[in-house]
């Protein structure tokens, strides 16, 4: 099993859509997590930074379950500019603080 | 304003021949790392480095090494390029002193190197 594993997708959605992508992990060690954004051909960005309470910004909305290990994101009122892959990451604890990625959810916004 | 860049960006080389991606970064950033990029692979970590005179191995290290002499720079060789290693490599750094701290464990990538192995 994958440390940090995601739905590929392709998630193809219209303009104004809400879209969620979830993200399990299974380390329950793990101490930080995110999300970034991944335009074609390059490189990924963070979106950001998923907190134990949850947290917004904007449009985005990130939870954390730690007891059922997996961490989300809601996209509300999609954009055409919102089309790219999401990748989630999650840095192990133990000293190490290695982030490992996810394969990254596509995501398609159609007029 | 602080960076990270890589070098070369394109780059075309033949099986066997010995290849350097350059990484250079202006954050004054402890840990670095290097990734490689594939379809249906997604990110994968081949070396990283916590500091200087200090690398270690990630999950697909053979064949790649890496050198950390000063701070700023990461080079990362392939001693050998074998057509396996076509792939996008990116480049990462991260302030480790930020630990605990909002924005502590936060990556900033370089624009990756496109390496082409015939």
């Known amino acids: 099993r994958k440390e940090v594993e995601q739905d590929p997708g392709p998630f193809n959605v219209p303009e104004g859509a809400t879209v969620a992508f979830n993200c399990t992990y299974s380390?329950?060690?793990?101490?930080?997590f995110f999300w970034y954004r991944q335009d074609c051909r390059k490189e990924p960005k963070l979106l950001m930074s998923?907190?134990?309470s949850g947290n917004e910004d904007g449009r985005f909305t990130a939870q954390l379950n730690r007891a059922s290990q997996y961490i989300s994101l809601l996209t509300r009122d999609s954009k055409l500019s919102d089309s790219a892959t999401y990748l989630c990451?999650?840095?192990?604890?133990?000293?190490?603080?290695?982030?490992?990625f996810g394969r990254g959810t596509s995501l398609i916004v159609h007029p | 304003d602080a960076e990270i860049t890589q070098s070369p960006r394109h780059k075309i080389t033949e099986t066997g021949r010995q290849v350097t991606l350059a990484c250079h970064q202006t954050?004054?950033?402890?840990?670095m790392f290097w990734y490689r990029q594939d379809l249906g692979h997604g990110l994968r970590l081949i070396h990283y480095?916590?500091?200087?005179?200090?690398?270690n191995k990630g999950e697909v290290s053979d064949g790649y090494s890496v050198s950390r002499s000063n701070t700023e720079d990461l080079p990362l060789t392939l001693e050998s390029a074998a057509s396996s290693q076509t792939s996008v490599y990116f480049c990462?750094?991260?302030?480790?002193?930020?630990?605990?701290?909002?924005?502590?464990?936060?990556?900033?990538f370089g624009a990756g190197s496109r390496l082409t192995v015939l």
């Open positions: 990462a750094s991260r302030n480790s002193d930020a630990r605990g701290t909002l924005g502590a464990n936060v990556l900033t």
């Open positions: 380390n329950s060690a793990s101490q930080s």
């Open positions: 998923v907190y134990s």
């Open positions: 990451v999650v840095t192990l604890s133990g000293g190490s603080y290695i982030p490992t």
């Open positions: 954050w004054n950033h402890n840990n």
């Open positions: 480095s916590y500091g200087v005179q200090d690398t």
